[in-house]
């Protein structure tokens, strides 16, 4: 085996790890921004659901 040879599989070696390390952090991220999506979706049909109700209460009482 030549020196070049294991430089390479070296490179490769490398270049798998930093791509599976990037890959990763995009999926862990891409995760986060779903999950804040899903719970701004939440978060706006509870204060709906919370006004509607304050609304009928104020309204009954008169």
Do not use: H, Q
């Amino acid at each position: 085996m030549t020196k070049s040879t294991l430089w390479t599989i070296v490179a490769v070696v490398v270049s798998v790890v930093i791509a599976f390390w990037i890959v990763n952090v995009l999926f862990s991220l891409i995760w986060f921004i779903a999950k804040l999506a899903i719970v701004a979706v939440v978060a706006v049909i509870v204060f709906v659901v919370i006004r509607t109700l304050m609304a009928r209460s104020r309204g009954e009482r008169r």
